[in-house]
């Protein structure tokens, strides 16, 4: 009998390595990791956990069964059957569209062995591992953000800075806690825990004023690898953060539903929706507005109402798409235009009007402009702040309003008919988009829409995952 | 032929004061310098001198092993640096020369900076022991911890080349590193710091040989 979460180490793995062997075929790459994370995605979310089921010959895997690993237990809990089910799904979309795009086929490797790592961490306990697990992968992906033949990403060596940094809080703050479960007179361990988890925290997911990095990999690394790093890589510490407030409950008094987090929130999307207004290059434009997401998403921590855990599962769950899009039609566009400063980027959007939209419905998603997979959560986020704080809401709304601003003035700067002509026609007629990129990225932007017409199909998923953090959800 | 615990007891006289003062000035030294031979020398006696306190706190095999993992991170450093500086050596473009006189004015002014800076740190550090001293661990250890901290921070925080960053990022995580093995003394905690740790070096190893593939305009132009 195989145990799944074995299955789940393993199997990532093993193609994660065979992957990077075949390195050179970048599409076959790309099709096997999408192809393992799908159906190791499908694996998690449908196979069940109180019996083994017989698979191919005659062997028997039981998902629900334990493993042991240096002596440490993994075990599946509801909640990490649903966050692994998460990140494998997303990972298979971000690989499908980096695929058809021909992203660089570390990205694949580097990814695949992440999730295996990432799964690792949402399994083990004690939260120790888990943190050094999330270290490792963080360490890891910078060699899938650096981008080929160019200077070293400064938002790598910044992430990779940021990660170090958070290290140490992570680790303390588990013996501060197990020594508050035995003295609890002592609350000062308790305000020291909060406040050193808080921090590193705030390092990893890239919160105000520690967010320099988010917007360094999207400006200088690989579009897909920055994604990745913010979607699955940003999801997974919220997950271990939920872990932390559920393994110890004392905690969440200090920092769910708290003012101060609330405040940090608004002003965190604030400052993303001011500073992605002004911006002209496609990936930094893309970092501010992932700062204003996270901000939203922080607010919705902070907030005092029951569905705040259901809300900010919601912006996990559709962050990826919008980025995803707009990963793909950055990449597509700096490509042509070589690097994504302004005067290369004149006009470019007439010659590639497809990539150009690509970014655009992509970057409104992540402003959660209506008919897109990002409204489905902010629309519902505003009125949970509304109801508290009018002008918070109202500051919310402008920050989207603030990305919309800064995707205008991309579209126009894309779309500038002075420019059309300097680009280079020799470079566009010699990399067009085959028929089946224009399939994907299609039917990813049509995806996009969707889940934004049609939420009913998406929304419920988020509160039957929030149902599964049991302790959190209260 | 004597055993690892045999060559320590030897040498414990060293494993308190003496350590601490040898973990400041080569955070100094790493600090300030600019000469990769120096830096790397430097770290190598640092973790020697790491490896010395540790053996206080925790089993010698323990220590023994996490000074290895050091002394491997500066073979890495060693050899890509020692690359690097043949690959840049064939590259050089002699007409330079004339702007030499001018560089070495540069380089002593950055470094007299930067020797403030670092003292100002070792200030701080000695504040932060005497005020907040860290639980479990003797004086003499916290001010080793807050100064690895501190220096590895600064060290981090005024470079930019990978390879220096590592070096700031590691000592930092070194501070670290003796503190935590009193709090939780499990193996497996330490066999995945010691990963973090050489992960951090092959990482600054990689961004530095991409570093060298780069084209000289490009790398201009960023």
């Given at each position: 009998?195989?145990?799944?979460?074995?299955?789940?180490?393993?199997?990532?793995?093993?193609?994660?390595?065979?992957?990077?062997?075949?390195?050179?075929?970048?599409?076959?790459?790309?099709?096997?990791?999408?192809?393992?994370?799908?159906?190791?995605?499908?694996?998690?979310?449908?196979?069940?956990?109180?019996?083994?089921?017989?698979?191919?010959?005659?062997?028997?895997?039981?998902?629900?069964?334990?493993?042991?690993?240096?002596?440490?237990?993994?075990?599946?809990?509801?909640?990490?059957?649903?966050?692994?089910?998460?990140?494998?799904?997303?990972?298979?979309?971000?690989?499908?569209?980096?695929?058809?795009?021909?992203?660089?086929?570390?990205?694949?490797?580097?990814?695949?062995?992440?999730?295996?790592?990432?799964?690792?961490?949402?399994?083990?306990?004690?939260?120790?591992?888990?943190a050094l697990?999330?270290e490792i992968?963080a360490i890891?992906?910078?060699?899938?953000?650096?981008?080929?033949?160019?200077?070293?990403?400064?938002?790598?060596?910044?992430?990779l800075t940021f990660s170090i940094l958070a290290l140490p809080g992570l680790l303390v703050?588990?013996?501060?806690?197990?020594?508050?479960?035995?003295?609890?007179?002592?609350?000062?361990?308790?305000?020291?825990?909060?406040?050193?988890?808080?921090?590193?925290?705030?390092?990893?997911?890239?919160?105000?004023?520690?967010?320099?990095?988010?917007?360094?990999?999207?400006?200088?690394?690989?579009?897909?690898?920055?994604?990745?790093?913010?979607?699955?890589?940003?999801?997974?510490?919220?997950?271990?953060?939920?872990?932390?407030?559920?393994?110890?409950?004392?905690?969440?008094?200090?920092?769910?539903?708290?003012?101060?987090?609330?405040?940090?929130?608004?002003?965190?999307?604030?400052?993303?929706?001011?500073?992605?207004?002004?911006?002209?290059?496609?990936?930094?434009?893309?970092?501010?507005?992932?700062?204003?997401?996270?901000?939203?998403?922080?607010?919705?921590?902070?907030?005092?109402?029951?569905?705040?855990?259901?809300?900010?599962?919601?912006?996990?769950?559709?962050?990826?798409?919008?980025?995803?899009?707009?990963?793909?039609?950055?990449?597509?566009?700096?490509?042509?235009?070589?690097?994504?400063?302004?005067?290369?980027?004149?006009?470019?959007?007439?010659?590639?009007?497809?990539?150009?939209?690509?970014?655009?419905?992509?970057?409104?998603?992540?402003?959660?402009?209506?008919?897109?997979?990002?409204?489905?959560?902010?629309?519902?986020?505003?009125?949970?702040?509304?109801?508290?704080?009018?002008?918070?809401?109202?500051?919310?709304?402008?920050?989207?309003?603030?990305?919309?601003?800064?995707?205008?003035?991309?579209?126009?700067?894309?779309?500038?008919?002075?420019?059309?002509?300097?680009?280079?026609?020799?470079?566009?007629?010699?990399?067009?988009?085959?028929?089946?990129?224009?399939?994907?990225?299609?039917?990813?932007?049509?995806?996009?829409?969707?889940?934004?017409?049609?939420?009913?199909?998406?929304?419920?998923?988020?509160?039957?995952?929030?149902?599964?953090?049991?302790?959190?959800?209260? | 032929?004597?055993?690892?615990?045999?060559?320590?007891?030897?040498?414990?006289?060293?494993?308190?004061?003496?350590?601490?003062?040898?973990i400041?000035?080569?955070g100094?030294?790493l600090?300030?310098?600019?000469?990769?031979?120096?830096?790397?020398?430097?770290l190598?006696?640092q973790y020697?001198?790491v490896?010395?306190?540790l053996?206080?706190?925790?089993?010698?095999?323990?220590?023994?092993?996490k000074g290895?993992i050091g002394?491997?991170i500066c073979?890495?450093?060693?050899?890509?640096?020692?690359?690097?500086?043949?690959?840049?050596?064939?590259?050089?473009?002699?007409?330079?020369?004339?702007?030499?006189?001018?560089?070495?004015?540069?380089?002593?002014?950055?470094?007299?900076?930067?020797?403030?800076?670092?003292?100002?740190?070792?200030?701080?550090?000695?504040?932060?022991?005497?005020?907040?001293?860290?639980?479990?661990?003797?004086?003499?250890?916290?001010?080793a911890c807050y100064l690895l901290a501190g220096l590895g921070l600064?060290m981090a925080?005024?470079?930019?080349?990978?390879?220096?960053i590592a070096m700031g990022l590691l000592t930092f995580l070194s501070g670290f590193d003796l503190f935590f093995v009193?709090?939780?003394?499990?193996?497996?905690v330490a066999g995945l710091l010691g990963v973090v740790s050489f992960l951090v070096a092959l990482t600054a190893?990689?961004?530095?040989?991409?570093?060298?593939?780069?084209?000289?305009?490009?790398?201009?132009?960023?």
């Amino acid at each position: 009998m195989i145990p799944g979460a074995f299955l789940i180490l393993v199997v990532p793995l093993a193609v994660a390595g065979i992957g990077y062997i075949l390195g050179q075929w970048r599409r076959l790459t790309g099709l096997l990791a999408t192809v393992t994370a799908f159906m190791m995605g499908l694996a998690i979310a449908t196979l069940p956990l109180d019996r083994p089921v017989a698979f191919w010959g005659g062997r028997e895997i039981a998902m629900g069964e334990a493993v042991d690993i240096l002596g440490r237990e993994l075990g599946f809990t509801p909640s990490a059957r649903w966050s692994m089910a998460f990140i494998f799904f997303a990972a298979a979309g971000i690989f499908l569209v980096a695929w058809a795009v021909h992203a660089h086929s570390l990205l694949y490797s580097i990814g695949l062995g992440s999730l295996s790592l990432l799964c690792t961490a949402l399994l083990i306990r004690p939260l120790i591992y888990a943190a050094l697990l999330v270290e490792i992968v963080a360490i890891l992906s910078v060699f899938a953000l650096q981008k080929e033949g160019q200077s070293p990403s400064r938002g790598a060596i910044q992430f990779l800075t940021f990660s170090i940094l958070a290290l140490p809080g992570l680790l303390v703050t588990h013996w501060l806690l197990e020594r508050y479960a035995l003295t609890p007179n002592e609350t000062s361990l308790l305000s020291a825990a909060a406040i050193l988890l808080a921090l590193s925290f705030a390092l990893l997911l890239g919160i105000l004023p520690f967010h320099t990095w988010v917007t360094g990999i999207t400006r200088d690394s690989m579009p897909f690898s920055s994604t990745f790093v913010l979607t699955i890589g940003q999801s997974t510490v919220w997950f271990i953060l939920f872990a932390f407030l559920e393994t110890y409950p004392w905690l969440t008094t200090y920092l769910r539903h708290n003012p101060a987090v609330l405040t940090l929130g608004v002003t965190m999307s604030a400052v993303g929706g001011v500073l992605a207004a002004g911006q002209r290059r496609l990936g930094t434009l893309m970092g501010y507005a992932v700062l204003a997401d996270t901000g939203c998403i922080l607010v919705a921590f902070g907030i005092d109402a029951s569905s705040s855990l259901s809300l900010m599962l919601l912006a996990l769950l559709v962050r990826p798409i919008g980025l995803t899009l707009m990963a793909a039609g950055s990449a597509k566009l700096t490509d042509w235009g070589l690097n994504d400063s302004s005067d290369k980027l004149k006009g470019l959007g007439w010659k590639h009007p497809l990539s150009t939209g690509v970014y655009i419905v992509g970057g409104m998603s992540l402003a959660g402009m209506p008919i897109t997979a990002g409204f489905v959560w902010r629309w519902a986020l505003y009125r949970s702040v509304a109801v508290q704080n009018v002008g918070q809401a109202f500051l919310l709304l402008l920050s989207s309003c603030g990305v919309v601003a800064g995707l205008l003035r991309a579209a126009t700067l894309l779309l500038d008919y002075s420019g059309k002509s300097d680009v280079p026609s020799a470079t566009i007629t010699f990399r067009v988009w085959e028929w089946s990129t224009t399939a994907i990225v299609v039917l990813a932007t049509l995806g996009c829409i969707g889940v934004g017409l049609w939420p009913q199909r998406i929304a419920p998923l988020a509160t039957q995952i929030a149902a599964s953090f049991t302790l959190l959800v209260k | 032929m004597p055993t690892l615990a045999d060559l320590l007891s030897r040498i414990s006289f060293l494993s308190a004061m003496p350590a601490v003062v040898g973990i400041l000035l080569t955070g100094i030294v790493l600090v300030v310098s600019r000469e990769w031979h120096l830096d790397v020398l430097a770290l190598i006696l640092q973790y020697f001198c790491v490896v010395l306190l540790l053996s206080r706190l925790t089993q010698i095999e323990v220590a023994a092993v996490k000074g290895l993992i050091g002394w491997m991170i500066c073979m890495v450093f060693y050899l890509t640096e020692r690359r690097a500086g043949e690959t840049e050596q064939d590259s050089m473009d002699k007409s330079i020369e004339p702007s030499a006189q001018s560089r070495r004015w540069m380089i002593s002014a950055r470094a007299s900076f930067s020797l403030l800076a670092s003292l100002m740190t070792t200030v701080v550090a000695y504040t932060a022991a005497l005020r907040i001293p860290l639980p479990e661990v003797p004086d003499d250890i916290s001010l080793a911890c807050y100064l690895l901290a501190g220096l590895g921070l600064l060290m981090a925080g005024m470079s930019q080349s990978p390879i220096r960053i590592a070096m700031g990022l590691l000592t930092f995580l070194s501070g670290f590193d003796l503190f935590f093995v009193v709090l939780e003394p499990s193996l497996a905690v330490a066999g995945l710091l010691g990963v973090v740790s050489f992960l951090v070096a092959l990482t600054a190893s990689f961004l530095r040989a991409t570093e060298l593939d780069t084209p000289a305009v490009e790398a201009e132009s960023i």
